[in-house]
T-cell receptor
């Protein structure tokens, strides 16, 4: 079956602009998580959605937001971009039925560069 | 604050030898631990996991050891192969729908 699909794969924006990233989970998966990867920082948790409800949110400013649609597809938005937002944004999906996050299936990521 | 730490940013090992990757954590609420592998331009892929009720889990060439009293886990790869060259992330989960990741260790397997 098809894996996690993220679009766009690469994008370049300038400071102050906003960006929307999209994620289509594996068919049947109802949980979608977003992570930010920067050099030396590993993957930082942004938020997790299950059946259109945000169940947890990481320590990111309010400029970072997300949502999930009824078909489990998810989008994340970053407004008023800053240079430090340059990163690889990874989406992951899972069945999401357990309290503990288990095996996540990741997409290839969206590489955002802010100039 | 970083609750999962991988203190070795890189590891170089000869083909056929053992690779040992280490990971420390600070949150005693973590009860499930995972290792992910990442190649450039790809997303991380799940490698192996261990529940806090166990101290060892083995899957082929990969074995994960958990020492709860020391809040330490390690991943052993035996024997190391060139295809194992990648970035390895340690991750931990408590019951809050998220994973906490370490910063990663880049493994290079030399022929």
């Amino acid at each position: 079956k098809a894996g996690v699909t993220q679009t766009p794969r690469y994008l370049i924006k300038t400071r102050g602009q906003q960006v929307t990233l999209s994620c289509s989970p594996i068919s049947g998966h109802r949980s979608v998580s977003w992570y930010q990867q920067t050099p030396g920082q590993g993957l930082q948790f942004l938020f997790e959605y299950f059946s259109e409800t945000q169940r947890n949110k990481g320590n990111f400013p309010g400029r970072f937001s997300g949502r999930q649609f009824s078909n489990s597809r998810s989008e994340m938005n970053v407004s008023t971009l800053e240079l430090g937002d340059s990163a690889l944004y990874l989406c992951a999906s899972s069945a999401g039925t357990a309290l503990a996050a288990g095996e996540l299936f990741f997409g290839e990521g969206s590489r955002l560069t802010v100039l | 604050d970083q609750q999962v730490k991988q203190n070795s940013p890189s590891l170089s090992v000869q083909e056929g030898r053992i690779s040992i990757l280490n990971c420390d954590y600070t949150n005693s609420m973590f009860d499930y631990f995972l290792w992910y592998k990442k190649y450039p331009a790809e997303g991380p892929t799940f490698l192996i996991s261990i529940s806090s009720i166990k101290d060892k889990n083995e899957d082929g060439r990969f074995t994960v050891f958990l020492n709860k009293s020391a809040k330490h886990l390690s991943l052993h790869i035996v024997p190391s192969q060139p295809g194992d060259s990648a970035v390895y992330f340690c991750a931990a989960s408590s019951r809050d729908y998220k994973l906490s990741f370490g910063a990663g260790t880049t493994v290079t397997v030399r022929a």
